[in-house]
């Protein structure tokens, strides 16, 4: 694997380890000339490899004859094991968290990969409901680079891109790097972050997000939990249990988390600025619409024309939608019961938070918690 995949895989891995089952690890970035031999000499019980465009191909090719697990793929191979993210789930979070914030213009960076492709088009499936201006652009020139190194300039095509846009514009990155470069090429053209142009990235690399100006709001990977489901499946296929792979393992991910390149709270309108910034701040308390206005002293009925006329909701269908996002990250992130995380998110039982979930996602919450662990 590459170290950022190793990275996002070993704290689930290690319950394993301590279970008399040893891992080691070879860099995916090593020739196949060098693999080759390495894997040789360690015969290993088992290889869980992280998808690699031709790189896959070639270890295959090697015919170790040993239970074999794809990870960050949906594409399928014969007697393998894919595991990946939903990367169509992932594009479509992203569509759904720029929706609270009333853009006139959303847009996608992509890179030309797959999942690039893939999570666009899940983030154009969500607002192709709503007839807003969309626009894509493909930045290439980052196949060589490692994940983590950030030393590109945009392309005169993207500098062109993104002066053109009409402002005030969400752009969905579709990785974190991504969004890293897309931020730093805004500050470079004297776009101001977020009020001109809101970015989100994906993937929630506290590595990459924490040390992007602004910091990067990104799609949350529940990272735990396809280790964990990886891990299980590798010790059932050397037990030699039988485990499907005619579909490939795909988890969901676990909602947006909001930092400053794509804050909600960056609304011109001081009255819905206050608003936000309450219902943001009171989210786990049992609030009311009426409450809300009788404590920032502002008519009901104002408040529900400007919600109407910039986020296209109520206020309490807003409050709504911030409370299941915050349960769908406790939920994929956590072990609380399902009564903690509808009491951390505002509801005085768990029925009716599973009501406003359902209708909100059409699932249970216990069954996307399942869905996300099974």
């Known amino acids: 694997m590459s170290e950022v995949f190793l990275r996002r895989l070993t704290p689930s891995l290690t319950p394993f380890a301590r279970k008399m089952q040893d891992y080691r690890v070879l860099s995916i970035h090593r ?12 015969r290993p019980s088992g290889l869980i490899t992280e998808w690699l465009p031709e790189k896959t191909e070639q270890l295959l090719e090697l015919k170790l004859n040993v239970p074999t697990i794809i990870v960050a793929t949906d594409q399928t191979y014969s007697k393998t094991l894919s595991a990946d993210v939903d990367d169509w789930a992932v594009g479509r979070e992203a569509a759904e968290s720029f929706s609270f914030t009333g853009f006139k213009s959303l847009a996608c960076l992509g890179n030309g990969t797959p999942y690039s492709d893939q999570r666009i088009e899940g983030f154009h ?35 062109s891109w993104l002066h053109k846009l009409p402002k005030p514009v969400g752009i ?39 040390l992007t100006y602004p910091m990067l709001s990104s799609v949350s990977i529940p990272w735990d939990s396809l280790g964990e489901q990886v891990a299980a499946a590798m010790q059932k296929m050397i037990a030699g249990e039988k485990v499907s792979v005619k579909e490939p393992l795909l988890i969901q991910p676990s909602g947006v988390i909001l930092r ?6 960056a609304i011109e309108d001081p009255l819905l600025r206050r608003a936000m910034s309450f219902i943001s701040e009171r989210m786990q308390d049992p609030i009311s619409i009426g409450i809300l206005c009788s ?23 807003m409050l709504c939608q911030l409370r ?17 995380v509808a009491e951390l998110c505002g ?28």
């Open 31 to 42: 020739s196949i000339n060098e693999l080759g031999p390495m894997l040789n000499e360690l």
């Open 125 to 159: 499936e969500i607002i192709s409901k709503n007839n807003i201006p969309f626009s894509v652009h493909i930045e290439t020139g980052f196949e060589d680079t490692r994940y983590s190194e950030s030393f590109h300039h945009p392309s005169e095509a993207m500098e």
């Open 172 to 210: 969905f990155a579709v990785h974190d790097p991504l969004g890293r470069f897309l931020c730093s090429a805004c500050t470079q053209l004297g776009l101001e972050i977020p009020t001109e142009v809101s970015v989100i990235g994906a993937n929630n690399d506290p590595l990459v997000c924490g």
């Open 260 to 265: 400053h390149s794509a804050n909600h709270l």
């Open 295 to 317: 404590e920032l002293n502002i008519p009901r009925r104002t408040l529900e024309r400007k919600f109407k006329e910039h986020f296209k909701s109520t206020p309490w269908e």
């Open 324 to 340: 299941v996002k915050r349960a769908k990250q406790l939920l994929a992130e956590t072990n609380h019961s399902i009564s903690m």
């Open 347 to 374: 509801y005085n039982d768990a029925e009716r938070m599973a009501v406003v979930f359902k209708r909100l996602t059409g699932n249970a919450p216990s069954f996307f918690r399942k869905t996300l662990r099974k």
